[in-house]
């Protein structure tokens, strides 16, 4: 989801004298609320050697950001290869999961081995079935297996744009040690690497300074973006400021 914001205000500066440059300051500042895989946008028309002030803050999720002549929806999609390695300790009756964000396409190579404790559970769910699951219930996951001592195996039965989770239930009387390697594809990830300004998967982005380059006057933009892919939170604060700079004349 996408959202176009209207900028905050705006302010002219009169010359002194004929020969002085006037400027008009557009202004975007605000704190919102940004939920996972939505974006916050604008743009205005500049000019070479018209300029652009910025600073964005998020709380508690990373975000990405972006300075463009081209709009948000124009970026290109990318396919990232990532890999995690992590061991889980998991109480009696208790369960441990790793969770992902993934668009069609994607797939999860998942190897783990119980290094102490009894044989455990291993299923392959999304939200909703993870959360009937936790209320009692019986879902049908995309995998599961009972009593296992470890498993490996590739997951690319991913028809739909969710998050996905896998989980390891420990259902004994004693605790369990869980040794896991994951590693995974995932497609369709924005691609801000074309942005002239681009940062991804970051708290803050500094108060910076962009200056439109020569051949390039059209509509500037910037977008800020909450990637799912970075965090399972629903939605993150951002406060931010922008600031374009215009010639008057």
Not at 72 to 94: C, N
Not at 109 to 137: H, K, P, R
């Amino acid at each position: 989801l996408g959202l176009v914001l209207l900028p905050f205000f705006a302010i002219k500066l009169w010359p002194f004298n004929n020969n002085e440059i006037t400027y008009d300051f557009i202004t975007y500042r605000s704190t919102e609320t940004l939920y996972f895989d939505g974006n916050y946008s604008g743009f205005e028309y500049l000019r070479v050697g018209d300029e652009i002030s910025y600073s964005v803050q998020s709380n508690p999720t990373p975000i990405s950001f972006g300075i463009w002549d081209q709009p948000f929806e124009k970026l290109p999609t990318k396919t990232i290869h990532r890999g995690d390695y992590f061991q889980a300790s998991i109480g009696s009756k208790e369960y441990y999961y790793y969770s992902l964000f993934l668009r069609p396409g994607s797939s999860i190579f998942y190897n783990f081995t119980v290094l102490s404790g009894n044989s455990i559970e291993f299923f392959i769910a999304n939200g909703s079935d993870l959360y009937g699951w936790n209320q009692g219930g019986d879902p049908n996951f995309y995998y599961y297996i009972n009593n296992t001592l470890g498993e490996f195996g590739n997951f690319s039965n991913i028809y739909k744009s969710q998050d996905y989770y896998l989980i390891w239930n420990n259902e004994n009387l004693t605790n369990s040690t869980v040794n896991c390697v994951i590693n995974y594809t995932a497609t369709n990830v924005y691609d801000f690497s074309v942005a002239d300004v681009a940062y991804e998967k970051v708290y803050l982005v500094p108060q910076e300074n962009f200056t439109v380059p020569f051949g390039r006057s059209g509509n500037w933009s910037f977008f800020i973006y909450y990637d799912p892919l970075f965090s399972l939170e629903q939605s993150t604060t951002i406060t931010y400021s922008i600031i374009y700079k215009i010639r008057d004349n």
